[in-house]
T-cell receptor
Framework: DQQVKQNSPSLSVQEGRISILNCDYT??????FLWYKKYPAEGPTFLIS?????DKNEDGRFTVFLNKSAKHLSLHIVPSQPGDSAVYFC???????????FGAGTQVVVTP | DVKVTQSSRYLVKRTGEKVFLECVQD?????MFWYRQDPGLGLRLIYF???????EKGDIPEGYSVSREKKERFSLILESASTNQTSMYLC??????????????FGNGTRLTVT
């Protein structure tokens, strides 16, 4: 049973607009959350992370928001660029040493 | 930059064959991992290793084994390949400290097809 769920398999957004990717989790013991980005024919690369003591973490155009009570996190990309077209995986773990549990991924397509 | 190299990009094997997937990293990382990626299921951990000759089962170890004889090399073994092992296999490495403090560095993957 998947503990990390990305219910939108795909997202299409216009260049310059905001991309919002959503992720839900079922295990209340998760404390750390990460986003990875994957281009075709390449392995995933780390993008941004957040711990449960925070509700927001920002890195340039990327911001992750965490709502612990709702067991929900989201990744905002502002503004979206064509190079952001990729598959984005949400991942969570119970502590800083725990095994990562990944979601199924969301394919983002940024159109000109 | 960390480089994680998987020996094959594509592999086609027959049911029942013994299959070796090789992974080498060049950054002296202690931790190494094997994942498989399937549509709708994301990445699932098969096995991982925190040190030479050490291995731990992940979430889906059935049908697989691993070998880590040298720090830089982590091999995934399918003792008797089956069609349900057709998948994209991803190797990763990291420094000690857990995935949050030391993000995973992935190879480009091996697409295995078992016929």
């Amino acid at each position: 049973d998947q503990q990390v769920k990305q219910n939108s398999p795909s997202l299409s957004v216009q260049e310059g607009r905001i991309s919002i990717l959503n992720c839900d989790y079922t295990n209340s013991m998760f404390d750390y959350f990460l986003w990875y980005k994957k281009y075709p024919a390449e392995g995933p690369t780390f993008l941004i992370s957040i711990s449960s003591i925070k509700d927001k973490n920002e890195d340039g155009r990327f911001t992750v928001f965490l709502n612990k009570s709702a067991k929900h996190l989201s990744l905002h990309i502002v503004p979206s660029q064509p190079g952001d077209s990729a598959v984005y995986f949400c991942a969570a773990q119970r502590n800083s040493w725990g095994k990562l549990q990944f979601g199924a991924g969301t394919q983002v397509v940024v159109t000109p | 930059d960390v480089k994680v190299t998987q020996s094959s990009r594509y592999l086609v094997k027959r049911t029942g064959e013994k299959v070796f997937l090789e992974c080498v990293q060049d950054m002296d990382h202690e931790n190494m991992f094997w994942y498989r990626q399937d549509p709708g299921l994301g990445l699932r951990l098969i096995y991982f290793s925190y040190d030479v000759k050490m291995k731990e089962k992940g979430d889906i170890p059935e049908g697989y084994s691993v070998s880590r004889e040298k720090k830089e090399r982590f091999s995934l073994i399918l003792e008797s390949a089956s069609t349900n092992q057709t998948s994209m296999y991803l190797c990763a490495s990291s420094l000690p400290g857990g995935s949050y403090n030391s993000p995973l560095h992935f190879g480009n993957g091996t697409r295995l097809t078992v016929t």
